[in-house]
Each structure stands twice: as C-alpha cells, then as structure tokens.
C-alpha cells in the first residue's frame, strides 16, 4: 500500500508476498470479516465532525477509507457501540506511562471496545527517566494478551508538562531506549510494537534511523509525508479535535494509510 515500513513484508507470508500487502481483488467495500480473536474488522465509513478543522493541502485525510480513534482518561465513558457505527473501526487506547502508571479508565475502554466490535491496541507513554525493562515490565503486568487485539504501541514524545521528568536523552540513547523496550514487547506479544511519534520529536530524534519499524505518525496540518519527508507510515492522526456521536467532547482522529481490502490484510498479519 506504499505506507508500511518494510518491516512489515516479512510478516506477510501465507499469499501476501509483497510490501504493500499486495492489492487484492475488487478494492471496493470489504466485505465482513473476522480478523483472529475478536477483532471486528468490516469497514465502517467514517461519519466524524471536528471542532477546528483544517483545509487540507494536497491528499486530505477524507482519502483514506479506514479511520479510527486513540483514547485516554481524558475521553470519559465512551458509548462504543454508538462510535463504531460512524466509523470507528479501530482504537489505540492508553494503558500505561513510565513504570508505575495504569490510565485509569484503560479497562473499561479495552472491554468496551472489544463489545463493540472495534479492533484495539493499547499503548504506552514513554518516561524517559524510568528504565526501558521496568516500564515494559509495567506495560506486561497491565495489558492482557488476548487474541485478536492489534500492536502494543510506544509513544514517543517530550512532556515539557511534567512535574518530575523533563530530561530529555541524546537522540542515541533515545532510540536505544526505545528498541529495548520494543523487544521485550515483541517477545512477549508476538507482535512487533508501532512507534507512534509527533515532528519535533522524529527529527530531533532522528527516527529515520529506525528504518523498518512500523510508524503512527501526528500530522494535523499536512500530509504526513510532507511533513516528515519520509514514504513510509501506517496511521495517521490528523486531528485532536474529533467529535463523534458516543464520545463526549473532543477526541483524536486516525487515518489508516491504505484501503479497505490492505486494512483487512493488515490485520490479518498484525492482529494477535
């Protein structure tokens, strides 16, 4: 589909061969589908609105036919069934920060979602003075692995905000840091993790030198590849403004970067 990372071509044995997961025939609407587990993965179209929105340059998020959200504390209780009928086909849902931190409502997103059909993820928020292994510990400790469920996710940014870690690491360690954890997740799941990343923190970081790992990349003004100079990504968040029937108040918006029929290959070789 020309957004994931090479990495991914070696996970797409069993009639998949190429990068680009191969395009399937009729590209139309996907029909049902049930990805391994409990993963629900027929192709919603997105009824979303948003507070501030953004009169794209170039290629809109409206090309992509398969969106979905990411949530925290911060969303509330999220009536669930109601969002996957506008068009919430997937969730990356906050679990863990640092080594001692469980998002409080983590839980009831992860069942809720999986109700509703929403094929979901968890992801952690990095804390650059905790060790790689105790916050991977932490994240293990917290997150079931359940079959069906999508990639742990690493979010990588700085939290100028934080009251007791501002410390930001040269670029090596960062990226260093980061691979270790990855690697105690991916041993652990079975599943290599996603990196998910804002611009000043990719470049600053140079996390193009981590070719071959899948990306999440924030964009909300331009085309991630405008934007970061790079061909290879597999979500999008293009908006922290959403607003969708089911959720109260804001929430972020997330584009997958191919078609209906790559997202249910995708899943297929991604889902646990």
Known sequence: ?????????????????????????????????????????????????????VNWPGRAPSAYPVHGIDVSKYQGSIDWATARAHGVN???????????RLDSRFHEHWRGAREAGVARGAYHFYYFCTPAEAQARWFIANVPKERGMLPPVIDLEWNPQSPTCTYRPPAEAVRSEALTFMNILERHYG?????????????????????????????????????YGVAGWTFWQYSATGLIPGIGGEVDLNAFGGSRAEWLAWLQARAL
Not at 12 to 37: D, F, I, N, Y
Not at 194 to 216: C, H, K, S
């Open 1 to 53: 589909m020309g957004q994931v990372w090479s990495r991914l071509a070696g996970r797409l044995a069993g009639g998949l061969a190429v990068l680009g997961l191969a395009v399937l025939a009729g590209c139309g609407e996907a029909p049902p589908h049930r990805a391994s587990g409990s993963a629900v993965a027929s192709v919603v179209t997105p009824s979303f609105g948003d507070a501030r929105p």
């Open 191 to 227: 599943q290599r993790p996603v990196i998910y990343t804002d611009p000043g923190f990719f470049e600053r970081n140079q996390l193009m030198r981590l070719a071959g790992e899948e990306v999440w990349l924030r964009a909300t003004a331009a085309h991630p590849t405008d934007r």
């Open 90 to 100: 997937f969730a990356f849902i906050k679990a863990t920060e640092g080594g001692d």
